[in-house]
């Protein structure tokens, strides 16, 4: 069974950088096919993709946020982890780590595994 599980500081205040890292049990997240994202949900809003890192590395960010966002890995702990600058309130949401395929997204992606989430509030 795969499980993914978001953690990292639940209020950020504005201006400074959110940092989140998912950890994922079951499954390598070099596993061929596979690709890992980060979507998020604020509130009243519909589900906005972030950004992902694929099994063989290669990373994408969603055009709206690309200059504030960075998406890493960490092999040895099976982690992957999203940094997302400049924060304002318009950045609080819920944060969800997501497992999507087949990489890479030539075609509309099944998102087959999801984190529980983790609330992210923007205040000073």
């Known amino acids: 069974q795969v499980q993914l599980q978001e953690s990292g500081p639940g209020l950020v205040k504005p201006s400074q950088t959110l940092s989140l890292t998912c950890t994922v049990f079951g499954d390598s997240i070099t596993t061929t096919s596979y690709a890992w994202s980060w979507i998020r949900q604020s509130p009243g809003k519909g589900l906005e993709w972030m950004g992902v890192?694929?099994?063989?590395?290669?990373?994408y960010y969603s055009p709206s946020l690309k200059s504030r966002t960075a998406i890493s890995r960490d092999t040895s702990k099976n982690q992957f982890s999203l940094q997302l600058s400049f924060v304002t309130p318009d950045d609080t949401a819920v944060y969800y780590c997501?497992?999507?395929?087949?990489?890479?997204?030539?075609?509309?992606?099944?998102?087959?595994?999801w984190g529980q989430g983790t609330q992210v509030t923007v205040s000073s």
């Open positions: 997501v497992r999507g395929h087949p990489w890479p997204f030539t075609t509309v992606p099944t998102y087959d595994y």
């Open positions: 890192i694929g099994y063989d590395a290669s990373i």
